[in-house]
């Protein structure tokens, strides 16, 4: 499309006819550099501000020019547009076909199928490892106690119930065979995520299996979601799969996908908004490239007038992202944080689109043509999404049989001076959510394995979700243990990944704010979205395992640094090589480090002295 995206055309200080002519593209700040296919990551942007206006000594003293000391580095202004907007998708080069013995014609094939062949792939190893013995171990491992039966009860009743204390071990022995309770159960979490995982229990029994099956199957889905991701954010089909890979062997997300738990599902709908908004982002910017005018050359220029008045029309991907937002909220209440961080994130990409068209005063083009329909696609949607979750309870009885406080708004609330507005539904609802959050912010009870968020991002404090020392000769431990042997489900990340994660956060964090490259900009509102609001509640009792939420992100953030490690594609070989030697090093020590934990994931008897070794830092007992 257009002059490749390598090109470069040597700025020069154009005539004041030439500036108006150009809609004054001086004061495009977006950063699109494309990402090769062969790992590179690449530091050239667009220009944040070249200041063509002004004398060289008012260059100097624009701070641009002040952080070069830190490593910005404005880029020269490209010659087509449309490369801006819409940047190439890059492909592996000519010597790598040759130097692999590929004729040119299959080669062409192989980089065609790669887009969705490499992420199948990936994905299939994922899903093979996450269904393995999904039902082992064969009995209710921590939270599953509260999830896998609010499920089974809310897919047949509605709403959740009390469960007899001593049901668990009847569950298992019988197959899932028992009585639903009547009696309406409190619970702090909306139903969404039990919805979710009621299916599986629906399709395949009340069973470990079944309970499982829905996480599973989603966490698989996440590892293919985030190969897309990664390929549409780096244009780069090598990086996006290698972002899927370092996820589908993270121990976090592997226990996480093979737990009946709330926070996988609430991660898979947190990674699909981001993926429609991502794609919206592209199709937004492709309407305004085509909107653009030509010149003789056939490049497309930027223009004052398209830019700032161009309507980019009906945007069914952010629609889709409201959607999941609303589905994420209806899982867990921590997605209104992510739902508020990427409408932002979103109408900044609106901004950086308009200003790269062209616009003088894109914020102000963005707030007359874009800011209203972006509100309304997506909070609305995800707010009636929300409700909408609610239907069981809505539809449930309202003489004391139905869901919890169902019946609050004709027997306690009867004297409301809202009742003349508001349906009972909606008044017991909204009086059942206010218990909710006074729970939720007041909840400080001391646990054994909750964690302080400082914590989370080198893997401080893990979870244990399962523990047995079955006896030598028993339940699968070998006969030559020695003492005993310990069987453990534990909820920790794999330490290499998160330990290289920690590093790579701190470089999308300098590439984001010293080279203005907008990938690395919503990789780190990712993580600040998904991470950043637990700091508020310190004294709140939390887990290692909220992590999940951020973890594609985290993933997209090694895979961004592994890339820059390689190095630029015009660099040497030499340079090439080690890069290359250095990035494949850490990604199979990060393989090893998830194959060495495999025991403490998959809760496999392992003799006692093993399972020490493997216990890297105190905490982790």
Not at 300 to 311: G, K, L, S
Not at 451 to 458: L, Q
Not at 577 to 603: H, K, Q
């Amino acid at each position: 499309m257009g002059v490749p995206a390598s090109t470069r055309v040597p700025v020069t200080r154009p005539s004041s006819q030439e500036r108006t002519q150009a809609g004054h593209t001086a004061h495009a700040r977006d950063s699109h550099s494309a990402v090769p296919y062969d790992g590179a990551v690449t530091s050239t942007a667009s220009s944040p501000d070249t200041r063509q206006e002004q004398s060289p000594l008012e260059q100097r003293q624009t701070w641009q020019h002040r952080l070069r000391r830190f490593g910005h580095r404005p880029s020269a202004v490209r010659g087509d547009v449309r490369d801006r907007l819409v940047p190439p998708y890059t492909e592996p080069s000519g010597r790598l076909w040759k130097t692999l013995g590929v004729p040119p014609l299959l080669a062409g094939r192989l980089v065609r199928w790669s887009g969705w062949g490499g992420p199948l792939l990936v994905t299939l190893v994922a899903g093979v490892l996450r269904f393995w013995n999904l039902g082992h171990p064969k009995a209710v491992i921590f939270d599953e106690t509260y999830y896998a039966k609010d499920a089974w009860a809310i897919v047949h009743r509605g709403f959740e119930v009390n469960w007899d204390k001593e049901v668990n071990r009847l569950i298992l022995d019988s197959g899932g065979n028992v009585p639903i309770p009547t009696d309406a159960a409190y619970v702090v979490h909306p139903p969404v995520g039990k919805y979710v995982i009621g299916l599986g229990e629906l399709i395949f029994g009340f069973d470990p299996f079944g309970w499982r099956f829905m996480t599973a199957l989603l966490g698989t889905l996440s590892v293919l979601m985030l190969c897309r991701i990664g390929r549409r954010l780096f244009r780069s089909t090598f990086l996006g799969c290698l972002a899927g890979a370092l996820m589908a062997v993270d121990g976090l997300h592997f226990v996480m996908s093979r737990t009946a738990l709330l926070d996988g599902v609430l991660m898979f709908f947190v990674l699909a908004a981001f993926g429609c908004l991502l794609i919206d982002r592209d199709k937004a910017r492709a309407k305004l490239a085509a909107a653009l005018p030509v010149d003789a050359d056939g490049r497309a220029r930027p223009d004052v007038d398209v830019a700032e008045n161009t309507r980019i029309g009906f945007r069914p991907w952010r629609l889709t992202a409201g959607l999941m937002l609303g589905l994420a909220i209806g899982t867990k209440w921590n997605g209104l944080y992510i739902m508020a961080a990427f409408c932002v994130m979103s109408v900044l990409w609106d901004v950086g689109a308009r200003r790269v068209a062209g616009a003088v005063r894109p914020r102000l083009a963005v707030l007359k043509r874009d800011l209203g329909w972006a509100f309304l696609s997506t909070v609305p949607v995800a707010v009636f999404t929300y409700f909408a979750s609610w239907i069981g309870w809505i539809l449930s009885a309202t003489d004391g049989s139905g869901g919890y406080y169902r019946d609050w708004a004709t027997r306690d609330g009867r004297g409301s001076d809202w009742s003349w507005l508001f349906p009972d539904w909606w008044r017991s609802l909204w009086h059942y959510e206010n218990q909710v959050y006074e729970f939720h912010v007041g909840l400080s009870s001391p646990h054994t394995y909750e964690s302080n968020p400082w914590s989370w991002i080198v893997a401080g404090r893990p979870v244990s979700y399962f523990y047995e020392s079955p006896a030598p000769g028993v339940d699968g431990c070998p006969v030559d243990a020695g003492e005993k042997c310990a069987q453990e489900v534990l909820a920790i990340g794999t330490p290499m990944l998160w330990w290289v994660g920690c590093l790579a956060l701190l470089y999308v964090l300098w590439r984001w704010a010293f080279r203005r490259d907008w990938r690395a900009g919503a990789i780190a509102c990712g993580i600040a979205a998904g991470y950043a609001p637990w700091f508020f509640y310190q004294e709140r009792t939390i887990f290692y395992f909220y992590a999940i939420v951020f973890l594609p992100f985290l993933c997209l953030a090694v895979a961004m640094l592994l890339g820059a490690i390689v190095g630029p594609p015009r660099s040497t070989d030499t340079r090439r090589v080690a890069g290359a030697t250095a990035a494949g090093v850490l990604t199979l020590l990060v393989v090893w480090n998830f194959i060495y934990f495999w025991p403490i994931y998959t809760g496999t008897p392992i003799p006692i002295d093993d399972w020490r070794s493997r216990m890297w830092l105190d905490t982790w007992v």
